[in-house]
């Protein structure tokens, strides 16, 4: 059994899996990108090893914006965040008992961090030991974020996720009451701004009233769903290309060991090529979908031809300085998971693949339907890894 170690703004403490039956519950679930918003209606099963289902679902995107002031970004969001959530409650006739905030980049921030014990003499490592290495990691980084990115309030906790622990330089799955005399835990905190976490809050109470909202990141989302997913694989890249930022993560032996972002996404693409046209975003948009889609004409693709090769030169050279910036005892993966949207997956693919020799599976939502069922919607490859994560969660 792989284990997991769960802890969120109200939950410490290690959760193992259990084969008791659950209680069936109906859920919202928000994915909040720099790109666009998306929401959906989720029923989770109520038996162990049923699926859980997306009865409705809805999308929004976020207004464009000739500046990357993050100011204006996140007001954006914000509005794009309120009219999916009206979208979403229109007509529904579930009960919601809970909403998930899924939160990309650039509304979180999180560190990989590897967290010891060793003594001379052998002792019993015990869960109260684990809840206060962890809950010592986080204040410790949550001072470091604070003093880093000058935030004015502390930064709050989202999750952490306890990927692997090693007692003696062994992986272990069920360490607690084990002996040894070092232990080695793997943990993924994730913080954000308590600004920020009240005012999606805020927004999202408007529509759902009085219901409790949790938040997590989508880095932890698409480390649970590809690694369950995909089990044959233990070592690969995760990368998520949103609308301001691509976060890169890299998994080696079945733990994400590193995440790593850079301020580049589709909406940067389209500035640039706004700026270097002297065009508005939407032609500007429109000129990127002509291209991708090979519609334009041989005259007009050669003369735009320059301007999508110095994107990919940009992207590409920031993508690499993240891989080289990572331990040299690390071995790069040469398989990537990919996710981004639609209408830059192909490019992005084959732009990868081409100056990286890697190999690429972009992935949708159909790989995922053996894990969550759609009914009477779109298969939206975000909202079913969230869900599945949600699940898998929740079943630990």
Request: glycine letters at 4%; a neutral charge; one cysteine or more.
């Amino acid at each position: 059994m792989f284990l997991i170690c769960w802890y969120n703004v109200n939950i410490m403490g290690f959760l193992f899996s259990s084969k008791n039956k659950k209680v069936k519950k109906v859920i919202a679930v928000f994915d909040i990108g720099s790109g666009s918003i998306g929401g959906a209606i989720v029923e989770l099963p109520d038996v162990v090893g049923e699926l859980p289902t997306i009865i409705k679902s809805t999308h929004t995107n976020i207004v464009s914006s000739s500046t990357n002031d993050f100011d204006i970004i996140f007001k954006n969001m914000i509005r794009a965040l309120d009219t999916t959530a009206s979208n979403l409650n229109n007509g529904n006739k579930s009960i919601i008992s809970e909403v998930f905030c899924i939160l990309a980049s650039p509304w979180y921030l999180s560190e990989t961090r590897v967290v010891k014990i060793k003594k001379e003499i052998p002792f019993v490592f015990s869960k109260n030991q684990a809840d206060i290495l962890l809950k010592k990691e986080i204040k410790t980084l949550s001072e470091i974020y604070k003093e880093k990115y000058g935030y004015s309030d502390t930064p709050e906790l989202i999750e952490s996720l306890v990927m692997g622990i090693s007692l003696d330089e062994n992986k272990i799955d069920e360490p607690i009451g084990k002996k040894c005399k070092s232990v080695d835990m793997d943990i993924l905190v994730t913080l954000s701004s308590k600004f920020f976490l009240n005012k999606i809050t805020d927004i999202v109470s408007k529509t759902f009233h009085h219901i409790p909202v949790k938040f997590s990141s989508f880095v932890t989302a698409s480390y649970i769903a590809v690694r369950d997913r995909y089990v044959n694989e233990d070592s690969y890249l995760l990368v998520d290309v949103g609308g301001e930022v691509t976060d890169v993560s890299v998994v080696t032996n079945g733990v994400l060991k590193y995440s790593m972002s850079f301020p580049q996404g589709k909406k940067t693409f389209l500035r640039y090529i706004s700026k270097y046209k002297a065009i508005e975003l939407r032609d500007a948009e429109e000129l990127f979908n002509l291209f991708n889609t090979e519609n334009l004409s041989s005259l007009l693709k050669l003369n735009a031809a320059p301007i999508f090769k110095s994107i990919e030169n940009t992207w590409v050279n920031s993508f690499n300085q993240s891989i080289n910036s990572l331990p040299s005892n690390i071995n790069i993966p040469n398989l990537v998971f990919l996710t981004a949207d639609n209408d830059i997956k192909k490019w992005l693919s084959e732009v990868i693949k081409k100056d990286n020799n890697l190999d690429i599976v972009s992935l949708e939502g159909l790989h995922f339907l053996d894990m969550c069922s759609v009914k009477n919607t779109t298969c939206d490859p975000f909202l079913m890894i969230e869900a599945i994560s949600i699940m898998r969660k929740k079943e630990n």
